[in-house]
């Protein structure tokens, strides 16, 4: 079956280090997106990428790192310089251009600082 | 810039009472809508979306939402809710036409007691 696949589920952390999100997508899809989700503020969005090799900073960019070397995938760095990391992080990806396009989510991956 | 208000952030039922969740946007051009849920443990899914046409659009599990043009609104509805119903509810817009990438609202909370 097509999907998402974000690993691992929970990531613990230890302040002052990087952290690499995995998101693998085998749905074909172009565009791929990382966003963050804490209690009451809703998905914000990190970092989106819409082909291979490119991508562009979304509201909430600082902290982050990201890159797009294959279609199928996105990972994320959440760095040092990232102030409150500990979170909920989804990824998703979408079709491009005009349509009807929806997006799918994965199951997200839960970083905790300690 | 687009925006989304989601007026409740937390709410509480009996099983079997009538839900309406609001959510009002801004956006200054043609838009697409969607309503998203999140239920306990499990990744975001897609519960309906509008694109044009019929502007009462109806979803899975018995929801529904009214896309209200000259109100900018989009609540969500179901005339009867069950105990399963209790996730997290997302309202979401982007501008039509153009790239997937979608602002959410900042959730509502869902609480359905047996």
């Known amino acids: 079956d097509g999907g998402i696949t974000q690993s691992p589920k929970y990531l613990f952390r230890k302040e002052g280090q990087n952290v690499t999100l995995s998101c693998e997508q085998n749905l074909n899809h172009d565009a791929m997106y990382w966003y963050r989700q804490d209690p009451g503020q809703g998905l914000r969005l990190i970092y989106y990428?819409?082909?291979?090799?490119?991508?562009q900073k979304g509201d909430i960019a600082e902290g982050y790192s990201v890159s797009r070397e294959k279609k199928e995938s996105f990972p994320l760095t959440v760095t040092s310089a990232q102030k409150n990391p500990t979170a909920f992080y989804l990824c998703a990806s979408s079709v491009t251009g005009q349509g009807q396009s929806v997006g799918t989510f994965g199951s997200g991956t839960r970083l905790t600082v300690v | 810039a687009q925006s989304v208000s989601q007026h409740n952030h937390h709410v509480i039922l009996s099983e079997a009472a009538s839900l309406e969740l609001g959510c009002n946007y801004s956006y200054g051009g043609t838009v697409n809508l969607f309503w998203y849920v999140q239920y306990p443990g499990q990744h975001l899914q897609l519960l309906l979306k509008?694109?044009?046409?019929?502007?009462l659009v109806k979803g899975i599990k018995g929801f529904e939402a009214e896309f209200i043009k000259s109100k900018f609104s989009f609540n969500l509805r179901k005339p009867s809710v069950q105990w399963s119903d209790t996730a997290e509810y997302f309202c979401a817009v982007r501008g039509a036409g153009g790239s997937y990438i979608p602002t959410f609202g900042r959730g509502t909370s869902l609480i359905v007691h047996p």
């Open positions: 990428s819409q082909i291979v090799n490119d991508f």
């Open positions: 509008y694109f044009s046409g019929d502007p």
